[in-house]
Each structure stands twice: as structure tokens, then as C-alpha cells.
């Protein structure tokens, strides 16, 4: 069964400096992947995703992700915080399910910047 | 403004009080469903709809229904409310369920249910 891995339940950072979230998943097809962000008190928006072509994928608010699939990993990166990117994040996957494609997500990694 | 939309965004009930979380979305989407999320746990489907009278169970559907009359409305329903059913809920929705089409899901808000 698929499933998707979040390292690290919390990571918290000086602000400015770079951050990785790490994100592993398990598939024996090809996939489709995510990054979400969840804002205190918000709901869950879009922050990027891999769909096909070039492993980096560039997202909003200066984040980036690289697709390597011999490592089966999907790991979320920005080379500088800011206080404002304090938030829940959670990698996902697109599954095939019963003929329907399905979202699994991962557990979460809340990040916290320090000033 | 493309937006799916929950509420009440809050609710405090009490064990086996009946209670409907409603959610509507106006993006003309097919595909819709329904999560909680738990610490450490992540986000767990409840149940989906992939269109208008076509429902079927998620990963944790045991003491929920959910019913889709309309394109646009899908709430998430609790008969018999349990403490265990205490948690985030969250609507979302999105288009063409068909394949593996890596489409993204739009998210509401969020309810916050406490039931004691």
C-alpha cells in the first residue's frame, strides 16, 4: 500500500536561516506529489507539486521541492525563513484507487521560526 | 472568488446530540470529500463523492454519513456523536476523479469539533 513519510514531527529554525522538511513516500507506480501548508486557524492550501519533467519543482512563497525517485523522496526546501512562514506542513501523494486517483497525506511537520 | 466553504467553523455538543457540518463549494467541481485531522496523525479521508448520489467510505468512515444532492453541497453528517469524534474536520474538493490525474485539492477552512 502506498504510504507517504514525514521525518520530523517538528522543526523549528532561526529566522533567515534555511530549512529542509524531509518527505519520503512508498509506491511501486508512478506518482504524483504534493506539498501543502497549513497557516494557524487555516485550511490547507497548495504550496507545490510534482506531476512529471523536471525533479525541481519551484513553488509560492520561495519554497522548492526536488523529486528523486531512487530515494523515493520529495523533500521541501527554502534557503531562508521568515517568521511568517510558521506553519503546518504536510507532503501528499496521488494514488490510482478503485478507478478514482485518491490524496494520501503524511503526518505533518509543524515548523516554528525563532527570531 | 473560487472558495469552498464549512461551517459552523466551531461547535461544542454533547455525546449523542445529532449534528450536520455543512460544505459547499462553487468551483463546479465533481470530486469532494472529507477529512479529519488528529496531532500526529496527519489528515484521514472520511468519505468521498466523486458526483451528484455517488458516495463511497474513505479510511475512517465508522460513525459518519454524508450525502451529496447537489453539485455543489456535500455535509458531513453525525448521527450519534462520541468524545472520539472530537477533532479538525475539513471539506475539499476538486475536479475529474477519473485516473491518476494528480489534480489538487481545494480545502475549507475548517470546523473544530469538540463533543463531550
Known amino acids: 500500500a502506498q504510504s507517504v513519510t514525514q521525518l520530523d514531527s517538528q522543526v523549528p529554525v532561526f529566522e533567515e536561516a534555511p530549512v529542509e522538511l524531509r518527505c519520503n513516500y512508498s509506491?511501486?507506480?508512478?506518482?504524483?506529489l504534493f506539498w501543502y501548508v497549513q497557516y494557524p486557524n487555516q485550511g490547507l492550501q497548495l504550496l507545490l507539486k510534482?506531476?512529471?519533467?523536471?525533479?525541481l519543482v519551484k513553488g509560492i512563497n520561495g519554497f522548492e521541492a526536488e523529486f528523486n525517485k531512487s530515494q523515493t523522496s520529495f523533500h521541501l526546501r527554502k534557503p531562508s525563513v521568515h517568521i511568517s512562514d510558521t506553519a503546518e506542513y504536510f507532503c501528499?501523494?496521488?494514488?490510482?484507487?478503485?478507478?478514482?486517483?485518491?490524496?494520501?497525506f503524511g503526518s505533518g511537520t509543524r515548523l516554528s521560526i525563532r527570531p | 472568488e473560487a472558495q469552498v466553504t464549512q461551517n459552523p467553523r466551531y461547535l461544542i455538543t454533547v455525546t449523542g446530540k445529532k449534528l450536520t457540518v455543512t460544505c459547499s463549494q462553487n468551483?463546479?467541481?465533481?470530486?469532494m470529500s472529507w477529512y479529519r485531522q488528529d496531532p500526529g496523525l496527519g489528515l484521514r479521508q472520511i468519505y468521498y463523492?466523486?458526483?451528484?448520489?455517488?458516495?463511497d467510505k474513505g479510511d475512517v468512515p465508522e460513525g459518519y454519513k454524508v450525502s451529496r444532492k447537489e453539485k455543489r453541497n456535500f455535509p458531513l453528517i453525525l448521527e450519534s456523536p462520541s468524545p472520539n469524534q472530537t477533532s479538525l474536520y475539513f471539506c475539499?474538493?476538486?475536479?475529474?476523479?477519473?485516473?491518476?490525474?494528480?489534480?489538487?485539492?481545494?480545502f475549507g477552512p475548517g470546523t473544530r469539533l469538540t463533543v463531550l
Open positions: 475539499a474538493s476538486r475536479l475529474k476523479p477519473q485516473g491518476l490525474v494528480g489534480k489538487e485539492e481545494f
Open positions: 509506491s511501486s507506480v508512478s506518482v504524483y
Open positions: 510534482y506531476l512529471s519533467g523536471s525533479t
Open positions: 501528499a501523494v496521488s494514488v490510482l484507487y478503485s478507478s478514482a486517483s485518491k490524496i494520501i
Open positions: 468551483m463546479n467541481h465533481e470530486y
Open positions: 463523492s466523486m458526483n451528484v448520489e455517488v458516495t
